[in-house]
């Protein structure tokens, strides 16, 4: 969409619908979940029959930027004020909608997807170097970037104002402000738990849509599920699941499970209306899945093994003809924090009687050793450097940002950004300072690549991707709420496990070891050994790529492949996190480029 001079012209952004009244003009892509409170505060009745971008026109007439405040849904929406000669471009705090502009003296060209500005000969298809070095570190992201020089995002929750070729940026969702809950009862938060986390499941599902979700063997999913179930049930509607499952057994671990089917089959078998459907981890090769995905994303995947499977899931949603997909992606900070922070908390307080009490719980309800909470506090205590000295002398080697990044050393120190990229080591506890709010808010700004996924499953599969655990209702509540509530008793994610008493079989409420996802991935990696040499080969012809990457390193990898059968943590780290990632990096640097050999 282009503004130039006094009005809007061109195209509307994909799946976006208009509105106007004379000096307002509103494009709005996305979805109200709280209609029948503004018609409400807006004594607008007449509304309640209106479409979204009606009656978020109506808000914005009523209170002007401070209408998107009221506003609740995933949405993200521009506003042209003739009056003020001023357009207004916001997205909502969850993500899963994007909004990217840019502009010069005169004009201000924004799209719901990177690639419709380059629709424009006058932007330009630069690379932006820095950011590329940030996100193969995992470092923060600056609220405005992108990939592209010259190209900008609209952060979530956050208003751009431009005006007679001026660009300013203004925080609108202020998370860390919200105060603490207290309530009565440990019953109470619970309650408060179920009562708004089924309002924003309920939210998602509207009438005559064909609705399915993802369901794993984990809380989150497991949960979106339940509640989906419920309420569908009551209007004669069913819900198909999709569980993505290992064809290859794989060994489990002491605080991991490799098959998440049997945990997911209990969950389905509770819920009559569920129509529960298995997707192989391997549903493709890996290097097929990933041009598959990419031609619907302009930004480089995050997680490679994952996408193989999550191509199954929404090719088989979309030959069932579903509409929506339910997620939850980001409950680990939300509905099911584990509370991890706690014990932290009180030591950086001073609070010595409250640090004994989680110790204590930790040890009887958590199943801690002494040792693992004695590191627990060092790790709380220490400065980042000597904690890593000290668990180098117990044999308990911290990850570094290394194992984390095939990032090329010498492009790492030309970009300024080594030293903190080497105290962060991609681990962002490490810049919340063990502080559990700024832990938790510090994941779901790293989480906004959510919604680059989320267009692209639109884009190539027409299917709305919908998570009740990034609700602005159920992020704030979850904020609001004591640490304690969600460790009670030193049971990590003990709210979530409480609240879900009666709507989740015992065998998935209690569990405490983490579903692994894509556990089988070395199966699907060890065919693609062949390819993924000839990836790392025509990486070589590109310049930016040779330079950013550490080529040599990813060859050496390859050459050290230890097949299938290994076991060893560290694969983890070298294959599925620095090699997977630098690959992802590399494909994205050459289709910019343009190389195709």
């Known amino acids: 969409m282009v503004f130039q001079g006094n009005d809007f012209a061109g195209g509307v952004c994909d799946g976006s619908v208009g509105a106007g009244d004379g000096r307002f003009s509103l494009l709005f892509d996305g979805r109200l979940d709280n209609r029948d409170d503004l018609c409400r505060a807006l004594a607008a009745p007449h509304l309640r029959e209106a479409d979204d971008a009606t009656l978020a026109l109506a ?9 998107f405040d009221r506003l609740i ?21 969850g993500a899963l909608r994007t909004l990217f502009f840019w502009s010069d003296r005169d004009r201000l060209l924004f799209a719901t997807e990177q690639r419709g500005l380059f629709a424009s000969p006058d932007v330009p298809r630069e690379l932006d170097r820095d950011q590329m070095a940030a996100w193969l570190c995992m470092l923060p992201r600056e609220p405005l970037r992108t990939f592209f020089r010259g190209i ?4 979530p929750g956050h208003l751009v104002r431009w005006s007679a070729g001026k660009v300013t940026l203004e925080r609108w969702w202020r998370p860390e402000d919200i105060p603490a809950l207290h309530l009565p009862r440990d019953e109470d938060y619970e309650e408060a738990l179920r ?16 609705i399915g979700s993802h369901l794993s063997g984990g809380l989150d999913s497991s949960s979106v599920t339940a509640f989906a179930a419920r309420e569908l049930a009551a209007h004669g509607r069913g819900l198909i699941a999709f569980t993505a499952a290992p064809r290859h057994p794989q060994p489990a671990s002491r605080n991991r499970f490799t098959d998440e089917w049997p945990h997911a089959r209990e969950v389905a078998s509770l819920y009559p209306n569920i129509e529960h459907v298995r997707i192989d981890n391997d549903a493709e090769p890996l290097l097929d899945a990933l041009d598959f995905r990419e031609m619907g994303t302009d930004w480089p995947l995050l997680n490679t093994n994952n996408t193989v499977w999550g191509n199954g899931i929404n090719r088989e949603a979309r030959r069932r003809g579903l509409q929506v997909m339910l997620q939850g992606a980001v409950g680990n900070m939300t509905i099911s924090y584990d509370g991890h922070e706690r014990l932290a908390s009180r030591l950086r307080d001073g609070d010595i009687g409250g640090s004994l009490r989680v110790m204590r719980d930790l040890r009887k309800g958590g199943g801690r050793s002494w040792m693992g909470i004695a590191g627990m506090a060092a790790d709380a205590l220490l400065p980042i450097n ?9 044999g308990k080697k911290e990850p570094e940002l290394f194992d984390y990044s095939a990032i090329r050393p010498e492009f790492l120190r030309r970009s300024g950004l080594e030293a903190r990229a080497m105290d962060i080591a991609c681990n962002l506890r490490n810049v919340a300072g063990r502080d559990s709010r700024a832990l938790r808010l510090a994941c779901l700004d790293r989480g906004d690549h959510r919604g680059h996924a989320a267009m692209a499953t639109r884009r190539l599969f027409g299917i709305d991707v919908r998570d009740p655990t990034s609700d602005r209702r159920v992020v704030e509540l979850c904020l609001s709420i004591p640490e304690e509530q969600f460790a009670l008793g030193g049971v990590p994610r003990s709210l979530i496990r409480r609240a879900m008493r009666g709507a989740l079989p015992d065998v998935v409420r209690d569990e405490r070891r983490k579903g692994l996802q894509s556990a089988d991935w070395r199966v699907n990696f060890d065919a693609a050994i062949p390819g993924l040499r000839a990836e790392v080969a025509r990486l070589r012809n590109s310049p930016f790529a040779s330079e950013c990457l550490d080529l040599h390193r990813m060859d050496a990898l390859l050459d050290a492949w230890p097949g299938m059968a290994d076991a060893n943590p560290q694969s983890n780290y070298e294959y599925v996190l620095a090699f997977s990632r630098a690959l992802t990096a590399g494909r994205f640097i050459r289709r910019v480029e343009g190389g195709n050999g």
């Open 195 to 210: 009562e708004v986390f089924s309002a924003a499941v309920r939210a998602r599902i509207r009438p005559g849509e064909r």
């Open 59 to 67: 808000a914005f007439a009523a209170w002007g930027a401070g209408s």
């Open 73 to 93: 849904g995933d949405y993200a929406c521009a506003v042209w004020d003739a009056g003020e000669r001023q357009v207004y471009l916001t997205t909502d705090p």
């Open 152 to 155: 900008n995002r609209v952060p």
């Open 386 to 394: 000597l904690r890593r000295q000290l668990r180098r002398a117990v």
